[in-house]
């Protein structure tokens, strides 16, 4: 079966941080595109951050940038999101998903991991 499952996720201060990770089971990353969104309550999910597997290129949204970072490991088939200097404003359902470098759009999408953060 494949699937993609995140962990990490709690309840955190303001200014504290977290570490999420997702994890391939069935799949190889190993020409995709894997990419963190999150969905706050009443709210459309929106793009956090993705790293393309093959060269490790990065992207975030503007709202994390300095606070967030992507990485990847391959012995593990893993991905994670460093996120630092925590905001009430970054609470939300993290979810990672992942593409065909190839292909637009997502095809692959975790259960999502809840992030909250008090002021």
């Known amino acids: 079966q494949v699937q993609l499952v995140e962990s990490g996720g709690g309840l955190v201060q303001a200014g504290g941080s977290l570490r999420l990770s997702c994890a391939a089971s069935?799949?190889?990353?190993?020409?995709?595109?894997v990419g963190w969104f999150r969905q706050a309550p009443g709210k459309e999910r929106e793009f956090v951050s993705q790293i393309f597997w093959r060269g490790g290129s990065t992207s975030y949204t503007d709202s994390v940038k300095g606070r967030f970072t992507i990485s990847r490991d391959n012995a593990k088939n893993t991905v994670y999101l460093q996120m630092n200097s925590l905001k009430p404003e970054d609470t939300a359902v993290y979810y990672c998903?992942?593409?065909?470098?190839?292909?637009?759009?997502?095809?692959?999408w975790g259960q999502g991991t809840q992030v909250t953060v008090s002021s």
């Open positions: 069935g799949r190889t990353f190993s020409s995709d595109i």
């Open positions: 998903a992942a593409r065909n470098e190839l292909y637009y759009r997502y095809d692959l």
